[in-house]
Structure formats: C-alpha cells, structure tokens
C-alpha cells in the first residue's frame, strides 16, 4: 500500500524558535515513515488567513492527500503525524493550549449562540477524557486535514470573523459540509510564549487555583459521537 502524500503547512511571522524547529524537524522525519511529504509549505510575514489560504491551494495544485498544519511557536511531539493519520478521519488536531492564562485548550465545543444571529457559537473545552474525541471547532496550530474537504467547500477557506478565527471559521464551513472535527487527547504539544512553553500541567494549575473559570463550563461541554 502507498502511503499517502503530505504538505506539511507551517505559516511563520518572523523567526523560528530552536525549540519549536528542533521539534518540527524530528516530527517531519519521523512522519516520512508513514506518508510522503511532497512539499514544505513556509509563508513568512504574511497575515495567517491569508497564508493558510495559500498554502491550502497549493496543495490541490500539487494533489497532496493530507495537510498537516504545524504552527511556528507549536512545539511537536515527534510521532504525531503517524498518531494523527492512524485515526484515519478527515480533520485530526493533538492538544495545546493558549499561551496565557487561563490556558485554555485551544479546542471547543458547539454551544446556543447568545450574542450572534448566526449558525453557532462555540464555548472552550474544560474537561476532557484521555484519547479521541469530537469537538466543534480546533485550533490549527497542529492538525491534520484531508485536501478533499477544501474540494467540496466554497473559497475563501480561511478568514476571519466576528465569531473567531480563521481556523475556526473553517471548522465550522468544514461541519456544515458533513465532516467531524476530532482530537486526539494523547497528542499533547507545547505551545511557545514566554518561556517555558505552555502545556497541559500550566492549564491544571492554572484552573486548580481559579476553579470558578469552570462555572458554567462544565455543563456547556458537548462531546459530539
């Protein structure tokens, strides 16, 4: 059996960190054992939106099987394409967290929009169990995603709205065109602001000692079979 072809996707504002490239080039090596990476995808100093959209058509041009998102201050763990592919579901993302507290998990649930007249809102994620999981919306900073989905939705596929993020905005373009949005809880990546890097132990801590950041979360938390 072949092995499926990849871009690996990582859009850069300014320079690289050692940490987050020493990570990224173990990661590419390790992910050659499983997939053929057919092409780089590097944008610097462009907008990410903007990037990601770039990138994105670049690998239907070059008819690329997967793209696998990795973000230029995500550090990544070394087997994480492999991890990833081996679900095989059309949208993968490992876990990370926001760079500042409360740090939250950059993974959400679908909730009652509130505040918009539009098709949803989404909430964080504040509890989780250990493995793979549907959630609503991910952020891109390491995800896995079928070049078949930007096929089958309308252009632009990244921009950025009054609802959130580019990634999101796609997330959500993604579901409405049938696809699920998964994570793997055991693919944990570190995620580059001050130093050290923000993991899962800072987002722990952080909600230990500010329990009331859960109220009302607990019960918005909607894991989608």
Not at 14 to 40: F, K, N, R, W
Not at 60 to 74: Q, R, T
Not at 92 to 106: C, D, E, I, N, V
Request: glycine residues 8%; contains cysteine.
């Amino acid at each position: 059996m072949s092995k499926p072809s990849l871009i690996w996707a990582c859009p850069c504002y300014g320079d690289i960190d050692p940490q987050v490239l020493g990570s990224h080039l173990a990661a590419m090596a390790h992910a050659t054992e499983v997939s053929t990476i057919t092409h780089v995808g590097i944008t610097d100093r462009v907008m990410v939106a903007a990037a990601r959209q770039r990138i994105a058509e670049e690998a239907l041009e070059k008819d690329a099987d997967y793209i696998f998102w990795a973000d230029s201050d995500v550090i990544l763990p070394s087997g994480v394409v492999a991890r990833l592919l081996g679900h095989r579901k059309e949208i993968t993302s490992g876990l990370y967290f926001q760079r500042y507290a409360p740090h939250w998990p950059l993974m959400m649930s679908r909730v009652p929009d509130k505040h918009y007249k539009a098709e949803e809102a989404h909430n964080w994620v504040a509890v989780w169990p250990r493995g793979l999981i549907a959630v609503g919306a991910v952020g891109f900073g390491c995800v896995l995603v079928a070049t078949q989905i930007f096929r089958n939705i309308a252009k632009p596929w990244f921009v950025y709205d009054e609802k959130g993020g580019e990634d999101v905005r796609f997330c959500v373009m993604a579901r409405q065109a049938g696809y699920q949005v998964f994570v793997d809880t055991e693919v944990v990546c570190g995620h580059l602001g001050d130093r050290p890097a923000i993991t899962e132990i800072n987002y722990e801590t952080y909600i230990k000692d500010h329990p009331e950041l859960l109220d009302g979360k607990l019960s918005e938390v909607q894991f989608m079979p």
